[in-house]
């Protein structure tokens, strides 16, 4: 059975950093392409980064380019999301996913297994 576990949100103020984290257990993680989204309530997920097996590759919402940066440690089996420059407008619960592929992707119906949540608040 997969199984993610995402950490480190928390509350923080417009302008700051967090880093989230994302443990993988039940696959053999350095296999798999992996993502990380965000949903707030009522609404729907939205992509926010994905990353390919080997970390060489990496993909971007418009939103957060230049302000978070996903990496992995596959050694670790762990994904991370360091956000620098935070918004409100990045408040939000956010999920890690992975998908059957070598690829990431910034479709959410292209992963089969996700984590729990993580909540993500930035104040003004």
């Known amino acids: 059975q997969v199984q993610l576990v995402e950490s480190g949100g928390g509350l923080v103020q417009a302008g700051g950093s967090l880093r989230l984290s994302c443990v993988a257990s039940?696959?053999?993680?350095?296999?798999?392409?992996m993502g990380w989204f965000r949903q707030a309530p009522g609404k729907e997920r939205d992509f926010v980064a994905a990353?390919?097996?080997?970390?060489?590759?990496?993909y971007y919402a418009d939103s957060v380019k230049g302000r978070f940066t996903i990496s992995r440690d596959n050694a670790k089996n762990t994904m991370y999301l360091h956000m620098n420059s935070l918004k409100p407008e990045d408040t939000d619960v956010y999920y890690c996913?992975?998908?059957?592929?070598?690829?990431?992707?910034?479709?959410?119906?292209?992963?089969?297994?996700w984590g729990q949540g993580t909540q993500v608040t930035v104040s003004s």
């Open positions: 990353i390919n097996w080997s970390g060489s590759r990496t």
């Open positions: 996913a992975t998908r059957q592929s070598y690829s990431g992707s910034s479709s959410e119906n292209e992963y089969d297994y």
């Open positions: 039940g696959r053999t993680f350095s296999n798999y392409g």
